[in-house]
């Protein structure tokens, strides 16, 4: 599909993920709308660019909102979650924003006669691993609310596609990371890169033997091009991810090394561990006798979107560490 002068609107579009991609969709020559709430997003990510499209403040959950935003639109990539303070307490959001967001932007499309909506979907769909590397076609047993809520927002993609021949396609985003990479995320990475750069040992939860699949952004941003050039892809679901894993104790060594400086992983002692009123700690997923672990090992097969995308990550993992290492320097 050729995106010159097509309509695109991204919510969510001044977020980590979002903002990137819309400078990557007016290199197209797509005309773009930002539809964001700014809860999580930030105009800094899109201040480079604010004269070259149209922005508007309003949130998904407001129907008329949306529709309004929407409408004359070609295309549409639906960004918008406030991950980053996404928690496991038993939050609104997981229904407003995850349900009712997702289902109010897929109405709203097929009420505007959108050709195409693009879906930011995670591998948290997926919860605990039954075999690794993880296929599409792996059991979906989401372990969290996030991952039921974007599994459901997956199922209505697909289903509405069914219904009403619209145009769908869901991606499985891994760990993504990179330059704009929310301060507040909760992943082990940037904890791992802020501590570092504040000379603080890296904190590890669990036994630090949980793995990750971590892609770095301008990959994801190809991937997920890709995607939207894809025709045809009713209902479709693809991973993008690098297709490799890093142990998180492997993570936090790699991210000393690149800094040069002179610090050691530390081990979390029980009362440094994030908890919720209720349930296990964040990050974890298992309780053994006093100790904490996170069973889950995150490891994509990107098969499928190599042969259908075309996607191919072409990143070096330590390239875009030490890239988002000296975006996140000079914040501080």
């Not at 991204?10 to 990137?20: K, L, Y």
């Not at 038993?90 to 289902?103: M, N, P, Y």
């Not at 941003?221 to 890709?226: E, R, V």
């Not at 993570?251 to 908890?275: H, V």
């Amino acid at each position: 599909m050729e995106l010159t002068r097509k309509k695109i609107l991204i919510t969510g579009g001044a977020g980590f993920i979002g903002s990137h991609l819309c400078e990557k969709l007016l290199h197209e020559g797509a005309e773009i709308s930002v539809l964001d709430n700014f809860s999580t997003g930030k105009m800094s990510n899109i201040e480079q660019i604010k004269n070259d499209i149209r922005i508007i403040k309003g949130d998904i959950n407001d129907f008329e909102l949306t529709k309004n935003a929407i409408k004359g639109s070609d295309i549409v990539v639906h960004e918008a979650f406030p991950y980053g303070v996404a928690t496991r307490e038993l939050d609104k959001q997981f229904v407003e924003d995850g349900a009712i967001g997702t289902f109010n932007v897929l109405r709203a499309s097929v009420e505007c006669d959108v050709q195409k909506v693009v879906y930011a979907s995670t591998v948290a769909v997926y919860g605990k691993q039954e075999y690794t590397p993880i296929d599409e076609e792996h059991p979906k047993n989401p372990f969290l609310p996030y991952g039921a809520t974007k599994y459901l927002g997956e199922l209505y993609c697909s289903s509405i596609s069914n219904i009403f021949g619209i145009d769908t396609v869901s991606l499985r985003y891994f760990n993504v990371y990179g330059p704009r990479y929310a301060a507040f995320d909760h992943s082990a990475m940037v904890n791992f890169l802020t501590r570092v750069i504040n000379n603080k040992e890296p904190l590890i939860y669990g036994n630090g033997d949980q793995v990750r699949d971590y892609t770095y952004i301008e990959d994801i941003i190809n991937g997920t091009l890709q995607a939207i050039k894809k025709e045809n892809t009713r209902g479709a679901v693809y991973n993008l991810a690098e297709g490799e894993g890093i142990s998180i104790i492997d993570l936090a060594n790699k991210i000393i090394k690149i800094s040069g400086k002179d610090l050691q992983p530390r081990f979390a002692e029980i009362d440094e561990y994030k908890k919720i009123n209720k349930g296990l700690p964040y990050g974890m997923t298992k309780k053994i006798g006093d100790k904490y672990i996170d069973e889950r090992k995150f490891v994509a097969d990107i098969n499928k979107a190599k042969i259908e995308l075309g996607y191919k990550p072409i990143t070096e993992f330590d390239d875009g560490i030490e890239k988002t290492y000296n975006w996140l320097m000079c914040r501080y």
